[in-house]
């Protein structure tokens, strides 16, 4: 880790980072981490075929997503791990990115969005044109999100997303497990259940990496131009997209049809 992420990780005063580790908290994350490791360990079983990791988790490399990360390499299951680098990623991200490789001595595999696609997208509308419309916004996380994340996910029998119940009022009726219609594949959600509380605890409790920016008040990180802080008692997905309505908040990685 990089002096100055170590820095801005002791300095900071973002008491949702570092929960109060109580006894209930601890009994409850070990719970639901043991929940979590069963279905993950169910779910290879039954749906990788003939030795291939049939089964990929989309790395965004939010809290979330470093619990799955720590549970998934700890414990050697045969699930892929991915990530899309947008182009347009903070530069914690790409720290974060790197920490992780070297953390768990592992390579992951990134996904990149079409460069000649990006380039007429810019060309015809402009660097930042994402603000000027829904429509402009959504192309935008179209082509840099969900047309790599079809790439990534092609001939793959399930895909395992770091989404809860509780991050917004998009997904307040998350299940742990569905079939995603617009993939036509399985999809696990298996923090579906867990609170920011328990998230936090568990990244504490074994000392997993995670984004620096937390500790500055981004609860949720996304691409650099379309993120910002929350204040104190916002929802947590506040800083996403923060100048559209809470119900259009989906980049169309998770939208269903």
Not at 46 to 68: H, P, Q, R, W, Y
Not at 218 to 242: K, L
Request: proline share 4%; hydrophobic share 40%.
């Amino acid at each position: 880790m990089s002096n100055q992420v170590s820095m801005l990780k002791s300095t900071a005063n973002n008491p949702t980072t570092k929960p109060e580790l109580t006894d209930s908290l601890i009994a409850s994350v070990n719970e639901k981490s043991a929940a979590v490791l069963a279905l993950l360990q169910n779910a290879s079983i039954e749906l990788n075929s003939a030795g291939l990791k049939s089964i990929t988790f989309a790395n965004s490399f939010g809290a979330e997503d470093m619990v799955l990360t720590d549970i998934i390499l700890k414990h050697q299951l045969a699930i892929e791990i991915f990530s899309l680098d947008t182009g347009r990623l903070p530069v914690e991200t790409y720290d974060l990115i790197a920490e992780t490789e070297k953390h768990y001595n592992t390579k992951l595999n990134v996904y990149f969005p079409k460069a000649e696609t990006v380039e007429f997208y810019v060309k015809t509308n402009g660097i930042n044109a994402f603000y000027e419309s829904i429509e402009l916004r959504k192309s935008c996380c179209h082509m840099r999100k969900v047309e790599p994340l079809q790439r990534a996910l092609n001939g793959k029998s399930a895909w395992i997303t770091g989404m809860r119940a509780a991050q917004a009022t998009t997904r307040t009726s998350l299940p742990v497990r569905e079939f995603d219609e617009s993939n036509k594949l399985e999809k696990f959600n298996p923090l579906s259940d867990w609170t920011e509380q328990e998230v936090w605890a568990y990244i504490n409790l074994h000392q997993v990496p995670y984004n620096a920016l937390h500790d500055q008040f981004y609860p949720s990180i996304g691409c650099a131009p379309c993120t910002r802080a929350i204040a104190m008692g916002e929802d947590v997905r506040a800083g996403r997209w923060w100048w559209e309505d809470p119900m259009n908040k989906e980049c169309g990685l998770h939208v269903k049809k």
